[in-house]
């Protein structure tokens, strides 16, 4: 079975940056990705890479959010830069066999899930 546990959330200014983690045990599969939900907000699109490290990006984080991972460790990384207060959410990591750069972007298309990580933005 597949395990995800994320890490590196925390509170932090704006401006500021935040690194997050996402450690893989069990199987891992090609894609994984960043999701991130606000309250009362649906979970969105945040960050996605490929086996080979082919990476999408929402709009909103284009240019200050970097994925990565490093396939010997079976970990992703989400380096948070310049960070806003609209940033504020629970990040989750996830990856699904099945996924591909047209549905990578829906949360739906995913069924494994870390337990998210809280990232607060103060202003």
């Known amino acids: 079975q597949v395990q995800l546990v994320e890490s590196g959330g925390g509170l932090v200014q704006a401006g500021g940056s935040l690194r997050l983690s996402c450690a893989a045990s069990?199987?891992?599969?090609?894609?994984m990705g960043w999701f991130r939900q606000a309250p009362g907000k649906e979970r969105e699109f945040v960050a996605a890479?490929?086996?080979?490290?082919?990476?999408y990006y929402a709009d909103s984080v284009k240019g200050r959010f970097t994925i990565s991972r490093d396939n010997a460790k079976n970990t992703v990384y989400l380096q948070m830069n310049s960070l806003k207060p609209e940033d504020t959410a629970v990040y989750y990591c996830a990856t699904d066999p099945t996924v591909t750069t047209t549905t990578m972007r829906v949360h739906a298309r995913y069924n494994y899930w870390g337990q998210g990580t809280q990232v607060t933005v103060s202003s």
């Open positions: 890479i490929t086996w080979v490290g082919s990476t």
């Open positions: 069990g199987r891992t599969f090609s894609t």
